[in-house]
């Protein structure tokens, strides 16, 4: 495997310790030079710092010293961000968020998102698990959609940017139905937003680039 071509094999995988906190934050803003809010939200050291002194869990991956790739498990969630309304749960049930996630440049492409993704949701196993990712982002959201989440709304947060609520549930029986599906792209945001509001689901990318693919919930299953 050339240098260009790093393989995984050699990463080690740990969880972060608070030692580890400018390692984080120079990935973080790495990951995120030359992207818009709009697209990527930067945090700052304190939140950074916060998560890695009991806010939550942070799972890396290092090649030799330097870390490579991290995602976050967050627990302590603030009211503002508590998405148990949209998705059915009561005010008592525990739900974790996958709340950001960076991957060095030279190690993209060799599916860490998603590796990343799977780990985190093994530690919240048995529990509610959401995030959000921007529709303009869409090799984000058809990651954490290949990992069982699904789009159940569609929000404006941090600060008036458009964000996908995203989640997985324990128990939940919405089952994919493509045939009464329905494709559409980041032009139709308002759109999507109705369907949403009416029980759809994002499920799946559609087959043009930016779209999700949507879908109604069984009638017997309306309210």
């Known amino acids: 495997m050339s240098a260009t071509t790093p393989s995984t094999s050699r990463l080690q995988w740990r969880e972060l310790r608070p030692a580890d906190l400018a390692a984080m934050h120079a990935l973080h803003q790495a990951s ?7 697209i990527v939200k930067p945090e700052s050291l304190d939140f950074l710092a916060s998560l890695l002194h009991g ?6 991956a290092w090649d030799g010293d ?8 967050q627990h302590d969630v603030l009211p503002a961000d508590d998405p148990r309304a949209h998705l059915g749960l009561k005010p008592h049930q525990p739900v974790f968020k996958l709340a950001g996630a960076a991957v060095a440049s030279q190690w993209r492409g060799h599916g860490l998102q998603r590796v990343l993704i799977d780990q985190r949701l093994a530690w ?6 959401f995030a959000t990712a921007a529709p303009g982002n869409p090799a984000s959201w058809r990651s954490l ?3 069982g989440l699904s789009v159940r ?3 404006v947060r941090y600060g008036g940017l458009p964000r996908y609520l995203m989640a997985r549930v ?20 308002d759109q999507q937003q109705t369907l949403l509001l009416q029980g759809w689901r994002g499920l ?20």
């Open 153 to 155: 709304a569609l929000e």
């Open 204 to 223: 799946a990318p559609g087959a043009k680039p930016g779209q999700l693919r949507l879908q109604p919930p069984r009638p017997e299953a309306r309210s």
């Open 32 to 38: 995120i030079r030359g992207l818009p809010p709009a």
């Open 124 to 129: 919240a196993t048995g529990h509610a698990v």
């Open 55 to 60: 806010r939550g869990r942070v799972q890396g």
């Open 170 to 189: 324990p128990g939940d029986t919405f089952a994919a139905d493509v045939a009464r599906s329905m494709a559409l792209g980041p032009e139709a945001l």
């Open 145 to 147: 959609l290949a990992c």
């Open 66 to 73: 330097a870390l490579v790739a991290y995602g976050v498990l």
